[in-house]
Structure formats: structure tokens, C-alpha cells
């Protein structure tokens, strides 16, 4: 219970207008020791909560420390991207609606010199990209000299992004003082260890639930397709069910994702694209949307679609398979959020089944098989399957006593009939040259 907590007055009136009593699980962990001013690295699934893990320790250490407010940033949140930096800001500005303390965005996309001037009012809690953020360290126009605490939120997301020297390069900026919190869907990750032992102090681990545990409240199914052509008549039969409402659909490449939105505006779908060619506006304008009524279905690609505050999701469908469990888990645990029942479909080909079989088995789960009338596939799974489940692949056996081609190579050809060049002999030395004749 956050009544059980010391916080500030102003702290649990915020609280209360988000209707926030109990701590879930994630929270009820990590705030005790992230109030004391430890460091700690957190790992929980998505939608567990983790956000307000952080922002009620530093809303409830800037609110009793009384620092110096023109002192520059006292807290930052990096974050892998804009959409989930616009999340946390939200979130922010709603639990210290009843306090003094602002949070703002700084990232990329937005005017650089309108930035500058929102850190000429030195904002206390500053939720950034670290990308954006170092430009502006480097400029001079952020001071994270008096900096108190560090976020890094969704770790793992920003060095699959290849932001690992921008937040080291941030780092250095920083008070050495400070307090860092790292969070991560997992752990195991093979970077998070490493940036973890750079910017730590001998951090406490925070870990609800299992690393590769998926959410015990959706529904994995899996509907086989012969190909690209054959899930193009799928998708749209499936969401005109009228007990989907608010759907994503998830693709590998953001090409996909735009053709799969003008694919199902032309079957009388209210949808929209969301991918990485959008401006941030446009973004904002989709995500509004969605959660308004005014659309139904979201095609997106992962990148765009990490950090996105989209309510009230009935179904996540994978247009594509993820090339890893993680992302799967991301994107599966943006439904069945807040104890609601949610329903994650795959549409798999035969190239995708090995994949699959891989997802299942990193995060333990089994994929019901679905069919919709009249459009089910002539494929049926592998004829043959590894102990695994993996489809059996033949492997070609030359004929005994076949002899072996010869490489046909052009350099061949147009060497036939000439001399052999001459090599060096067995000794070791190459044939001596004779020397030209000199001129007079």
C-alpha cells in the first residue's frame, strides 16, 4: 500500500487522482530501496508498473532534499524513444500535478533552440533520448553538473539501438554523486551487464517474475499461412470481427506496416500506420486516434511502436514474426494489461515455423493453432519435426562414387592452352630473373 509509505503530502494528492492505492508487485520491491539512495537494476515485464517505480523516488527526494532548483537537471530519464518519452513525461506530470516540480521531453525530432530555452528554466525532471541529449551537453545548453538521480529506462532497448556510447558520453557529464537506476525487460541482456558495471555502484537486483515469463493473462494463438498473398486475405477477415476494437499489428519492416494501413483502409477498416518515416506530430496524431475511437487498428514496426501509450488493446497480431522472444514478449504484453484477459494471434508461414518453435520455447508458452473459415492453409506444419518441434531439414547426399564437378571459372578458360606459370621450387626459392639490358 502507498499509504504505508512516508511520502509527501503532495506525492500521495497525485496518487490519489490517478486512483493509485496498492503497489503492484514490481513497485512494492524497488521503492523502499530506491528511496534510500541505492542503486538498483530493475527487471519486470512490460506494463508492470515500473515507470511510477522510479518517479515516486525522485519526486520524493527532490520534494524533501530542498535543492538548489537553479542549479541545472536534477533528475534525468533516458529513453530508447520519443513515444516513450512523452509516456513518462504524462506520467510524471500527472503524479506532481499538486507540486512545484516540472518534467519535460527534450528529443529528437523537435526544434533544437526551443529546447535550449526549456533548459534555461531548468526543469527539474528532464525525460530525454540520449541522442538529442548529448547534442545539447556538448552545446552547453544542459547542465548535469547537480544532477541527483539517473534513469535508464528500457536498457536493453537502447543498446539493441546502438545508443551505448551516447549514454556513457552523457554520463560523463554528470554529478559522480548521483544515484542510477537501471531498468530492463531483462537482465541477461549481453550489454546491460557491461554499461551496468561502467555506471552502478554496487547496485541491488529487482526482478519480478521470470526473465523469459510471458503474461499469464493472454491467449497465444497461431494461424498457419502459405505466404505473403494468402496472409494479405487473412488479416482483414480476422479483424472484422466486431469484438476487436482497438488492435495492433506488428512488422518487421516499416514498408510492411504502411502497406498493411492502405491494404486495410481498402477493406473498410479504420486504421492507421505507425513506423519510423512518421514525424513526431503525425505520431502523436495516430496514437490520439486510437485511443479516442477514432481508429481501430495500428499497423506498426517495432521501433515505432516501443513505448507507446495505447489503451485497452484486444488484440496484438504479428503480420510478422519477431526475429527474437524479447520482442514477442513486448509486443504480446501490450494487451491483457491490468488484469484483463488479452489475445496475441501469429500468422506463421513455413519459413516462420523454426521461428516460432524458438519463441515457444525461450518463453515457455505454447501457441493454440486457429483457422478461419474458408481460408485455410494447404500448408499444415513440417512433415517432419526434430525432437525440438523444429521442422527437419533434408540434407542432399551426392551418389555414391559421383565424381566431383570442377569449378568452371572464367580465369580458367582464358588461361587454356597457355604456358603454366612458373612456380618457385621446392627449396624454397623462387626462380632467378634475368635482368634487362641497360641503356647507354
Not at 508498473?49 to 533516458?78: E, F
Request: aromatic share 4%.
Amino acid at each position: 500500500m502507498f499509504d504505508d509509505l512516508e511520502l509527501d503530502h503532495q506525492l500521495k494528492l497525485g496518487l490519489k487522482d490517478m486512483a493509485l492505492t496498492q503497489a503492484t508487485p514490481v513497485q512494492d520491491k524497488a521503492l523502499q530501496p530506491a528511496l534510500a539512495g541505492k542503486d538498483l537494476m530493475i527487471s519486470a515485464e512490460t506494463g508492470s508498473g515500473k515507470t511510477l517505480a522510479y518517479l515516486l523516488p525522485i519526486a520524493q527526494r527532490l520534494l524533501t532534499t530542498v535543492p538548489d532548483r537553479n542549479a541545472g537537471t536534477l533528475a534525468l530519464v533516458l529513453v530508447p524513444t520519443r513515444e516513450l518519452a512523452r509516456q513518462v513525461v504524462k506520467h510524471a506530470r500527472t503524479l506532481l500535478a499538486k507540486s512545484p516540480l516540472q518534467a519535460q521531453a527534450i528529443t529528437g525530432g523537435a526544434d533544437f533552440k526551443y529546447q535550449a530555452a526549456i533548459f534555461r528554466k531548468n526543469p527539474e525532471i528532464v525525460v530525454a533520448t540520449p541522442g538529442r541529449l548529448l547534442e545539447h551537453c556538448q552545446k552547453g545548453s544542459a547542465d548535469l553538473s547537480a544532477l541527483q538521480v539517473l534513469v535508464l529506462d528500457e536498457a536493453d532497448r537502447m543498446l539493441d539501438l546502438g545508443f551505448r556510447e551516447d549514454v556513457l558520453a552523457v554520463n560523463d557529464f554528470c554529478a559522480d554523486t548521483k544515484q542510477t537506476l537501471m531498468l530492463s525487460a531483462t537482465l541477461q541482456h549481453k550489454g546491460v551487464g557491461s554499461i551496468a558495471r561502467s555506471l552502478l555502484k554496487s547496485p541491488e537486483s529487482v526482478t519480478v517474475g521470470e526473465v523469459r515469463q510471458a503474461h499469464s493473462s493472454i491467449i497465444h494463438q497461431r494461424i498457419l499461412a502459405d505466404g505473403q498473398e494468402h496472409k494479405d486475405k487473412l488479416l482483414p477477415v480476422l479483424l472484422q470481427n466486431p469484438a476487436y476494437q482497438r488492435v495492433l499489428v506488428f512488422a518487421n519492416k516499416r514498408s510492411t506496416a504502411s502497406r498493411l494501413g492502405a491494404l486495410l483502409r481498402h477493406h473498410g477498416l479504420r486504421c492507421d500506420s505507425l513506423h519510423g518515416d512518421l514525424s513526431t506530430e503525425e505520431r502523436k496524431r495516430v496514437i490520439a486516434r486510437i485511443n479516442d475511437g477514432k481508429v481501430q487498428v495500428v499497423c506498426a514496426s517495432d521501433v515505432a511502436a516501443r513505448g507507446i501509450d495505447i489503451r485497452n488493446v484486444d488484440l496484438v497480431v504479428n503480420y510478422d514474426l519477431p526475429h527474437k522472444g524479447e520482442d514477442y514478449l513486448h509486443r504480446s504484453g501490450r494487451t491483457g494489461r491490468a488484469g484483463q484477459e488479452g489475445l496475441a494471434i501469429s500468422l506463421v508461414t513455413a519459413p516462420e515455423w523454426n521461428l516460432m518453435i524458438a519463441i515457444q520455447r525461450y518463453l515457455n508458452i505454447e501457441f493454440e493453432p486457429r483457422a478461419l473459415a474458408g481460408l485455410k492453409a494447404r500448408y499444415s506444419g513440417p512433415k517432419k519435426q526434430k525432437a525440438s518441434g523444429k521442422a527437419a531439414g533434408s540434407k542432399k547426399k551426392r551418389a555414391t562414387g559421383t565424381p566431383t564437378r570442377k569449378k568452371d571459372r572464367l580465369r580458367d578458360r582464358k588461361a587454356k592452352g597457355k604456358p603454366a606459370k612458373k612456380t618457385p621450387g621446392n627449396d624454397g626459392f623462387a626462380p632467378l630473373m634475368k635482368k634487362k639490358p641497360q641503356a647507354d
